[in-house]
């Protein structure tokens, strides 16, 4: 079931201590790095129909997903993007709107509390690229209602950038060696039972071919690549203080062989980019996934990332 209600307050209960936590995480800012890098160069390529180069004053318009605190948000609006970021939950919504204040960015960010199901509330679009972190539309069974609506919210030649949790990460799977099988086996389920703070709510695990099937032939993928392949991902947060030579080695690791065919679809994420090649009047093709529709799913009370 997608579990709105639970799903605002366990993040809004998170919401104080994120950006605390993700700062003093070396594999969290690594990730972080690796995909703002990412978005920034879609933007920042000469041959990139964004509107960046258009001419001075002139921005990319970015609309985020599940924005939790606003750290990317407010990152990408700081180098020279307009970003409208969403969120469901009403702390880090709370947070998000105290970034526009304290850094003053009232002119290059703004924020809207919404489901990533409801695109059709989105205000200010169309966007150039939109832009989903950490996992948080890994909370929803179906990609397919909030693909069918990217037409209402992306323009004809802007981009999709998710990064979702795949159903199989080594790192997790390694973890039956020291006799935690229920971590170590969550993932091949497909869908376990995730608690943030106290609230409980269902998470699902996506194959890169299912996100390609959900955004249909409108959409052309044009990088896919794993995030946390070989270097810890962040569950494991003593690695990179213990072992901290050894945690960059992998690192490098990563960044040579994670979009080689295989290893880029597994990992503790994948990224996905994918060009929206449709035209104005591109017809929808609404499925019938309600958000309260409900699934049978285990309740081993399992952790998750961020979602909604």
């Known amino acids: 079931m997608f579990d709105s209600d639970a799903i605002n307050l366990g993040f809004s209960r998170k919401a104080l201590v994120y950006d605390a936590y993700g700062a003093e995480h070396p594999a969290i800012q690594w990730t972080r790095g690796v995909v703002r890098a990412h978005v920034l160069s879609l933007c920042e390529k000469a041959d990139t129909p964004l509107p960046l180069r258009e001419g001075p004053g002139v921005r990319a318009k970015l609309l985020e997903l599940n924005a939790g605190t606003g750290d990317d948000a407010a990152y990408f609006a700081e180098r020279g993007l307009r970003v409208h970021a969403t969120d469901l939950a009403d702390g880090m919504v709370a947070e998000i709107r105290r970034k526009i204040e304290t850094r003053g960015l009232h002119s290059a960010l703004s924020v809207q509390q919404l489901s990533f199901t409801e695109l059709e509330r989105v205000t200010g679009g169309p966007y150039d690229l939109v832009f989903s972190n950490f996992g948080g539309l890994n909370c929803i069974p179906d990609l397919r209602p909030v693909a069918e609506k990217l037409p209402l919210v992306l323009r004809p030649g802007g981009y999709v950038v998710w990064v979702i949790m795949p159903p199989l990460c080594p790192w ?31 998470t699902f695990y996506f194959l890169p071919s299912e996100v390609r099937r959900a955004l249909g032939k409108a959409f052309s993928v044009i990088n896919l690549q794993s995030l946390s392949l070989f270097s810890p991902p962040a569950f494991m947060d003593g690695f990179p203080r213990r072992f901290p030579r050894l945690f960059r080695w992998l690192t490098q690791l990563d960044a040579r062989v994670t979009r080689w ?8 994420f994948f990224m996905l980019t994918a060009r929206y090649e449709g035209g104005e009047g591109e017809p929808l093709r609404l499925s019938a996934f309600s958000p309260t529709q409900r699934f049978s799913v285990p309740k081993d009370g399992r952790r998750t990332r961020r979602a909604a």
């Not at 039956?176 to 106290?198: K, N, P």
């Open 172 to 202: 997790e799977l390694a973890q039956a060696l020291r006799g935690r099988f229920r971590v170590a086996f969550r993932r091949l389920r497909r869908h376990t039972r995730a608690h943030v703070e106290g609230a409980y709510f269902s």
């Open 261 to 268: 065919p295989v290893l880029n679809s597994v990992g503790d």
